[in-house]
């Protein structure tokens, strides 16, 4: 079984199906819950309050009963650990070998001769900048002969190496994490040059730092392993650094492998021309790993679901008003007393009218509503005068809540900067252009790219998985703003156009609601969009499970295997990108400006009650084709609403109630 190309499209195909098999069962299902019935509405309107009718709204639930409050804690907790766990229930495992490059020539291939003599000889010295005397280590020598004769012996013994090219060699070991070979004899001609031994200096310096005469300069406190130059350990980046031995050939760079893949003779490693490779082949060992406590739970929480979708369609409420057609039509065929005479204005007036007249104590709901009068709290309180029409523009943007944009706009704003953090730290002295995103790729594990921690399996999938579950929620928001202003949009055009309602249960001439809330134009593109973001954050930050096996048995080594979350730079790029196109896109719309010639009352439910107080003979208005305006004027003072008759625009400077 292939070991790390499998695990990386299993884990993507699992996350994307996720996200559009279970990301918008909250969305569809929650705006239900959250829907007041005619009589909660009523209620609410007694008290001086307003509700929010056609979008998922918090507030909502103060309103409505305790059981459809139930219901919506249910369905949104038990989305949580399908969030979390879903995709963890089965995960790969891959493989990475301990193996050993040694640079041999064909004398030793043949004979297991190590020709020692270009070897730095063993001494005891001074360095210019050091404070004492310097230990030159006296056994790395001997250390690197005993390494390569076991590995002749091994590969005698079991018979597993196999011959490759200098480009085939290069090309298979120049990766963090080798699955499908092992320990190598790089065969060199002439003679190995490379001093294999190390410098202890009382002079404070990073490990492998520098470089005096050949040799590598450590601080005297430091130990020195004597595998440090040849063994290669999937924990340390980069694990193929033998490669490219710096301490030769300071031209040379481990990023920059493919020069040499295509033009072989220009391979030294270990500062010699490379014939051929004696390469261990060893079987992968894949893993498909099942949690049982995680299905626990994932099953568990689609019960949980599974009983609230069936509730919710068994006591569904058929009262309860799911889109804005739904409250026009009920305010129609049963106008509601308390907003009657308020018809042409907007909705944050009409919310202090209902408080002063209700006593209500519930402040302005911010609601951002650009008001169709321009007046002061007392003028309109005091003065009839501030009744008269008075058009203006109203852009998209008008039609959504002051801190609903605000809260969207934070939202984003912390998640690009999160994304923007992770992003250079992954790319922390490396350059920020094209080729190093290919370098890491999309999802991809390659060994600088791991978050060094520490935890549990549970943990580290909680960690994984936190930027999704947050971006699945954002999107819920998101959402809510876009069907605001798609509201605002289908609602005004009823000042020119009559047409049908558009219900959740339609009667007559009524017209069905939306199967994806918003018109297809904008439902379909946000759910490919906000799908593609969730699935780019799943390949943003990740789980990271590698089973590092050792050099001789090849046995799983537990104490050097990696458990951890990788992140991928070239991800968190495209993620910052489609979210920032998501925002961008709703900005745009907001800059729309409505068809003029009602008051915007969007998804407030006592504008849209108030715009419904039709004429008594026009009891069938819900069923049949509306349009507002003016249907009839009194005593110098007009009045508009939703009628089935012929209806005038308001004209502006008049007065209507």
């Known amino acids: 079984m292939g070991g790390e190309p499998l695990s990386v499209c ?10 559009l098999r279970n990301g918008k069962v909250v969305e569809y299902l ?30 909502n639930l103060n309103a409505v009963s305790r059981e459809r409050k139930f219901l919506w804690a249910g369905l949104v907790i038990s989305a949580l650990p399908l969030h979390f766990l879903y995709n963890s229930v089965l995960f790969l495992t891959t493989q990475a070998n301990i193996y050993s490059a040694i640079p041999v020539d064909e004398r030793f291939v043949r004979t297991g001769y190590f020709n020692t003599s270009s070897l730095h000889a063993v001494a005891i010295t001074t360095l210019p900048h050091a404070s004492s005397p310097v230990v030159i280590e006296s056994d790395s020598a001997q250390h690197l002969v005993n390494t390569a004769k076991s590995i002749r012996d091994k590969f005698n013994e079991t018979n597993r190496p196999r011959q490759i090219s200098a480009a085939d060699c290069l090309r298979a070991y120049s990766t963090q994490y080798v699955s499908s070979r092992g320990d190598v004899l790089i065969v060199q001609s002439p003679p190995v040059s ?19 005469g050949g040799y590598t300069v450590v601080d005297e406190m430091t130990p020195v392993p004597k595998e440090m130059i040849y063994q290669s350990q999937p924990r340390s980046y980069p694990s193929y650094e033998w490669t490219c031995s710096p301490r030769v050939n300071k031209t040379c760079s481990v990023d920059h492998q493919q020069q040499y893949i295509d033009n072989p003779l220009t391979w030294k490693p270990y500062g010699q021309s490379v014939q051929y490779c004696l390469s261990e082949e060893v079987p992968e060992q894949c893993q498909l790993n099942f949690s049982l406590l995680f299905a626990v739970v994932v099953v568990i929480s689609n019960f949980v679901k599974v009983v609230c979708m069936f509730l919710i369609l068994w006591r569904h409420d058929k ?16 106008p509601d ?33 650009a008001p169709a009068i321009v ?39 912390v998640m690009f900067l999160i994304a923007i953090i992770f992003y250079f730290e992954g790319l922390h002295g490396q350059s920020t252009g094209w080729s190093s995103l290919s370098h890491f790729g999309i999802g991809d594990v390659v060994g600088n790219n791991i978050i060094t921690m520490n935890n549990s399996m549970f943990a580290t999938v909680i960690i994984a998985n936190l930027p999704q579950v947050i971006i699945s929620y954002i999107y819920v928001l998101f959402n809510s703003l876009y069907t605001c202003m798609v509201v605002g949009r289908e609602w005004t055009q009823f000042a020119t156009n009559r047409k049908t309602l558009r219900v959740s249960s339609p009667v007559g001439a009524q017209r069905s609601t939306y199967w994806l809330q918003l018109p297809y134009r904008y439902s379909v593109p946000l759910i490919i969009s906000s799908s593609l973001l969730a699935w780019l954050a799943s390949q943003s930050l990740f789980m ?10 090849r046995t799983v080594q537990a104490d050097k295997s990696i458990l951890s979350c990788g992140y991928s730079p070239g991800a968190i790029v495209l993620a910052i990108i489609v979210g920032t196109l998501i925002m961008l896109g709703a900005a745009l719309l907001g800059l729309r400006t409505y068809t003029p010639g009602m008051p915007l009352a969007a998804t407030c439910s006592a504008a849209i009650s108030a715009a419904c107080h039709a004429p008594e003979d026009d009891p069938d208005a819900a069923v049949l084709p509306v349009q507002w305006g003016v249907v009839s004027v009194k005593d110098g003072i007009g009045h508009c609403c939703f009628s089935s008759k012929l209806v005038a625009p308001p004209i502006p400077g008049q007065m209507y109630a």
């Not at 299993?10 to 996200?19: I, Q, T």
């Not at 929650?30 to 005619?38: H, M, N, Y």
């Not at 203006?392 to 609903?404: D, L, Q």
């Not at 990271?544 to 048995?553: M, S």
Request: proline letters at 6%; charged letters at 20%.
């Open 544 to 553: 990271v499970k590698i089973n590092v096996l050792d050099d001789y048995t």
């Open 30 to 59: 929650a705006p239900c819950l959250g829907s007041p019935t005619r009589k909660e509405v009523d209620a609410a309107h007694a008290k001086g309050k307003i509700l929010d009718v056609g979008i998922l709204s918090i507030q």
């Open 10 to 19: 299993a884990r993507d195909w699992n996350n994307l199906l996720r996200e």
């Open 375 to 413: 007046t002061t709290k007392n003028d309109f309180l005091n003065d009839p005068k501030s009744r008269q029409w008075r058009p203006g523009v109203r852009r998209w943007w008008h039609a959504v809540a002051i801190s609903r944009w605000l809260l969207c706009s934070f939202l984003y704003l």
């Open 337 to 369: 007393p308390h907003t009657r005479g308020l018809c042409i204005l907007p909705p944050h007036l009409i919310q202090l009218l209902l408080e002063r007249r209700q006593g209500g104590s519930q402040g302005a709901p911010g609601s951002g509503f």
């Open 319 to 334: 009262s309860a008003l799911i889109t804005i057609g739904d409250a026009i039509g009920s305010f129609l065929d049963h």
């Open 194 to 212: 490379q001093p294999l031994v190390y410098i202890k200096t009382s002079d404070r310096v990073e490990e492998s730092s520098d470089t005096i």
